[in-house]
């Protein structure tokens, strides 16, 4: 990691956090958050109300909840259910925010979706700047997050409407980028532009920064915040920052962040920052799955859609007698398949489930809907291979078999479920089998506030344990989750965990004010 003393690096830097907090507090802030790795944090360091780590559609959701826009029910909206409607009447001063109905948030947002109906938002929006609660999220790209990473060719599982972000409707945007949408399904590439597009159009770029790595995040204190919640008056881990106007602001120190920016010419600029709370909205999608056996590292083993498409347009699979081998039974090993169905290249399809297994995807999704996964669907259980048939030229599904290991001569072992053992040669292996998310910068991997402690954090099998109304992690406090992560795997229903994460810290950041204005907390406190 290099020094970012020079005038340049330290300027760009400074001018880019400057930016996130806005030209009026950025002038009330003496010294930005950015120190080397090396140097122990000072007490003139900012400390963020809030830090949000990953700018997928989770992290642009809460961004946009946080810098106050709050939903009100439409003036002209009927919803469907008429007794949700006539609550909503009742209070149709309030923001949904402050409401109890915030819990049914998915269908005000999508009334009777489950139903198969297209009736509009009952909500509309409102930017009130006295709810704004300064924050920042940081990506490794552009926001959009994993999005802007997937195979461009495949259509999303969820329609563009359920893609879509509040605010801002998918057909809208379509529009006014000429764009000719012809399926309810999409391209993610065509979502990843939305998303990106979304954060310029609603205003919340100075809160966003790409090319940001996390190395580290890291408790500071833990006292009787982790044992009482409510108490806001302690008299660790808290600091008041003076602004201008006199007022202060009580804004407390519990968690540190390093990691880096990386730089157009490719280095690296360390930073540091503190916060008072911190958001994990990563996604799952940044370590594959694996299926930890010999040979997996090999070049010709890989392990997402990405390179499988890259391999394609280079066209290092043009002209290859042997078949694609490709493990996994679920959507993504699916579009795997079509794919190299599509450009004529024959596959071998390893799976371990029984093609009757009713866990199977394919058995949730629609015909009429999903008519190209039932295609996938229908070769697994028709063009099956048995003792006595060869290998069908196009495509050959193996059911309840598993990967014993992969030879370097670009062979593979396979061990079906009485036992008997084959090898199969192919040209290329993609290993399709899920992936999980990278929480290395926090403590112990993060295994320690999911479901099931001391295991990793998975989207299905153990994410993230949270209040289900706050979003708060029930095991650290003021360590917020939404997404993937706490197996909220649609984009649509994340939407719930971000207004969640939103109410809270503003009720939290009321008390804060009643607290300040009544005197109580008084003093410079303690950095």
Not at 491 to 518: M, N, P, T, Y
Request: hydrophobic share 35%; charged share 20%.
């Amino acid at each position: 990691i290099r020094s970012y003393s020079g005038p340049e690096t330290e300027g760009q830097l400074l001018n880019s956090f400057v930016q996130y907090f806005g030209d009026t507090l950025g002038r009330k802030i003496k010294r930005m958050p950015l120190i080397e790795e090396t140097v122990l944090p000072g007490d003139s360091l900012l400390t963020l109300p809030v830090v949000i780590i990953g700018n997928g559609p989770s992290g642009i959701c809460l961004s946009y909840l946080l810098s106050g826009y709050r939903p009100y029910l439409s003036p002209e909206a009927i919803h469907p259910n008429p007794i949700l409607h006539t609550k909503l009447e009742e209070a149709r001063h309030l923001s949904i925010v402050d409401q109890v109905s915030f819990v049914l948030f998915d269908t005000l947002l999508h009334p009777d979706a489950d139903f198969g109906y297209d009736y509009p938002p009952v909500l509309h929006w409102k930017l009130e700047q006295h709810n704004y609660i300064p924050h920042i999220v940081l990506g490794k790209g552009p926001p959009g997050g994993a999005w802007h990473s997937m195979e461009g060719s495949m259509l999303t599982i969820s329609f563009g409407d359920w893609m879509e972000l509040p605010g801002l409707t998918f057909k809208e945007w379509a529009a006014s980028k000429r764009r000719n949408i012809k399926s309810d399904r999409v391209m993610p590439e065509e979502i990843a532009c939305y998303y990106k597009h979304y954060v310029k159009v609603m205003g919340l770029q100075k809160n966003f920064r790409d090319n940001v790595y996390i190395t580290s995040v890291s408790r500071l204190y833990r006292g009787k915040d982790d044992e009482d919640r409510s108490q806001l008056n302690e008299n660790i881990s808290t600091q008041h920052l003076e602004m201008e106007d006199g007022q202060k602001s009580l804004i407390k120190r519990n968690w540190e962040v390093r990691g880096y920016q990386r730089a157009t010419d490719g280095s690296h600029v360390p930073f540091c920052l503190f916060a008072e709370n911190v958001a994990l909205a990563t996604g799952t999608f940044d370590s594959p799955g694996r299926l930890q056996v010999e040979g997996e590292d090999f070049p010709f083993v890989l392990h997402s859609m990405s390179d499988f498409g890259a391999a394609i347009s280079k066209g290092k699979l043009r002209g290859k007698a042997d078949p694609v081998l490709i493990v996994g039974a679920g959507l993504t090993a699916a579009d795997a398949v079509l794919c190299a169905y599509n450009n004529n290249i024959p596959v071998i399809h390893v799976f371990r489930r029984r093609v009757t297994d009713t866990s199977l995807i394919f058995k949730q999704l629609p015909k009429k809907l999903y008519p190209e996964y039932h295609k996938v669907y229908h070769m697994m259980c028709t063009q099956s291979h048995t003792v006595d048939s060869n290998l069908h030229s196009a495509y050959t599904s193996f059911p309840e078999h598993n990967v014993l290991s992969f030879k370097p001569e670009m062979k593979c072992v396979l061990q079906s479920a009485s036992g008997l053992k084959k090898i199969l040669k192919f040209s290329v292996a993609l290993v399709l089998i899920g992936s999980h998310p990278n929480l290395f910068f926090l403590k112990d991997q993060g295994h320690s506030i999911g479901h099931h402690s001391n295991q990793p954090i998975t989207c299905k099998g153990n994410p993230i344990e949270i209040d289900p109304y706050t979003y708060e992690c029930t095991k650290e406090a003021n360590l917020f989750a939404l997404g993937p992560l706490v197996g909220d795997n649609f984009v649509r229903f994340l939407k719930g965990g971000a207004l969640g994460i939103a109410r809270c810290l503003a009720i939290r950041q009321k008390k804060k004010h009643d607290l300040i204005e009544s005197g109580d907390g008084g003093g410079d406190g303690v950095p």
